[in-house]
């Protein structure tokens, strides 16, 4: 063989990572954060039947719909997606700064803030106790402090971590999940600050909230994982590190102006409307320049692309752009008029906090966590996953869309209330059965966890490395 050919070698795992701290945070992380996902999306399949069978489970308070739909939420939110994408962040910080963690006790402490402020939570709303209508906020201040005490120690241990780095530069992904957890905590002390949660100022703060929560958050996370895990994942370096800094400065200048665009043709003024809207539009810019620096990693590699964590990456990647992209659309006030209020901003809300996050965090762990265990799951049990999730995902959101442009159409045209809800009623069944899909594959998702874990012993289901030989 000449230099640089490439074969398949003999299925052999590495060994499991000599900081064994650092890889039991990452596992519990992981973890907890799986649990946490099997209960919220069994909650949301629950809600998808109530829509489908309207008395189903109706009689007993805590199980109505508007105890349920915030618990789902939030548990998504702060319960899964939260802790793991820190126990990521956390190891992509040690492992990139070539250092040890700053401190493993405040990762433990972070974690238990966690699952306090998310068990809290859930019992308080489904006890009847929240802070109002406010999507995504619902829980009491004082258990959202809790969770912004976790943010806190967070960045405190990230940046310490990344101050011990071995030489000079910053790695690009830490600049995204330090700035994203900075950024979090201001807009969580924006939203407990009381004089702002009144009239039209709530109404202002609460798009600030809602649709930075995603954008400030889960988005720079979940593209510092990219910056990690991709690269990894591929055996290759990310294609522009400077277009890597130019989105991320992009993301900071624009992102944090358009969240007024849920609330279009409302009582707050017209030039923050507009404001929204132009920043709703300048979000091309950090979307599709993010978005080809990691396609362009990605090209000319397709034995890479072949393995499970590159697969999930890449629908991560698509539902980044293609949400994203949806998202600047659906803010022109001529789509307002068919889509607001409608399914069809549940579908899109799904196809970026499912399609593009939770596959970004599903990348991120099947490609890193065996690199801290030594442990790796089933292939065939990897790609059942993946196929559930990808189709589930799919019929969920276009059964939503659909549905929700028909549902705003009715609207538009002056129909009864009650046609619309007949028209969604089939598009209802098919989001049920999505979401379904959906759920079944975070049990065999759970299910490999387990095997990356504790289950399984070093070695155990090594997927084909690709490696170069001849060198």
């Known amino acids: 063989m000449t230099e640089g050919n490439l074969a398949e070698v003999s299925p052999v795992a590495p060994l499991a990572d000599p900081d064994v701290e650092l890889t039991r945070i ?12 099997i209960f919220a999306t069994a909650v949301g399949v629950l809600l998808a039947l109530k829509l489908v069978y309207p008395e189903l489970l109706s009689t007993a308070l805590p199980l109505t719909f508007g105890r349920l739909r915030p618990i789902h939420t939030n548990d998504t939110f702060y319960a899964w997606a939260s802790p793991a994408m820190i126990g990521l962040a956390f190891y992509i910080a040690a492992k990139s700064s070539g250092a040890r963690l700053y401190s493993t006790k405040l990762a433990w ?19 009847g106790f929240n802070n109002g209508d406010q999507e995504y906020r619902e829980w009491l201040p004082w258990i959202r402090m809790i969770l912004a005490l976790a943010l806190v120690l967070t960045a405190w241990n990230l940046i310490g971590t990344v101050a011990r780095r071995v030489g000079k530069d910053i790695y690009l992904s830490n600049w995204y999940t330090m700035g994203g957890t900075l950024w979090t905590i201001i807009i969580f002390l924006i939203t407990l600050t009381p004089w702002y949660q009144h009239g039209l100022g709530q109404v202002a703060v609460q798009g600030y909230y809602m649709h930075n929560a995603v954008g400030m958050w889960f988005t720079p996370l979940c593209l510092g994982i990219f910056y990690y895990a991709l690269p990894k994942a591929m055996n290759r370096p990310i294609y522009s590190y400077s277009l890597g800094i130019f989105a991320f400065w992009t993301n900071l200048a624009f992102y944090p102006l358009l969240g007024a665009h849920h609330f279009l043709f409302s009582p707050l003024p017209w030039w923050l409307q507009t404001t929204a809207i132009v920043a709703s539009v300048a979000m091309f810019v950090p979307v599709w320049g993010g978005s080809a620096n990691y396609l362009l990693t990605m090209r000319g590699r397709p034995e890479r692309l072949h393995r499970a964590p590159a697969m999930f990456i890449l629908v991560g990647v698509l539902g980044y752009l293609i949400g994203s992209s949806q998202g600047t659309i659906e803010a022109f006030r001529s789509m307002q008029e068919i889509w607001h209020l409608t399914n069809f901003t549940v579908g899109h809300s799904h196809l970026t906090m499912y399609g593009f996050v939770t596959f970004a965090i599903w990348g991120g762990i099947y490609e890193l966590l065996p690199r801290a265990t030594g442990r790796h799951p089933n292939n065939l049990l990897m790609g059942i996953h993946f196929w559930l999730a990808v189709v589930g995902l799919v019929v ?18 002056g129909k009864p209330f009650i046609d619309s809800v007949v028209d969604m009623a089939p598009f209802w069944l098919w989001r049920t059965v999505g979401g379904v899909l959906m759920f079944v594959s975070h049990l065999v998702f759970a299910w490999n966890v387990w095997d990356m874990t504790y289950r399984r012993a070093p070695g155990a289901g090594r997927m084909p490395v690709i490696a170069e030989v001849g060198v």
Do not use: E
Not at 26 to 37: E, H, K, P, V
Not at 109 to 127: E, R
Not at 396 to 413: N, P
């Open 109 to 127: 402490v972070v974690l238990v803030l966690l699952n306090v402020a998310a068990i809290v939570g859930t019992v308080a709303l489904d006890l």
């Open 396 to 413: 969920y959101v276009m059964a939503l869309s659909i549905g929700g442009t028909i549902q705003g159409l009715d609207w538009v045209a």
């Open 26 to 37: 990452f596992s519990a992380y992981t973890m907890c954060g799986t649990i946490w996902l």
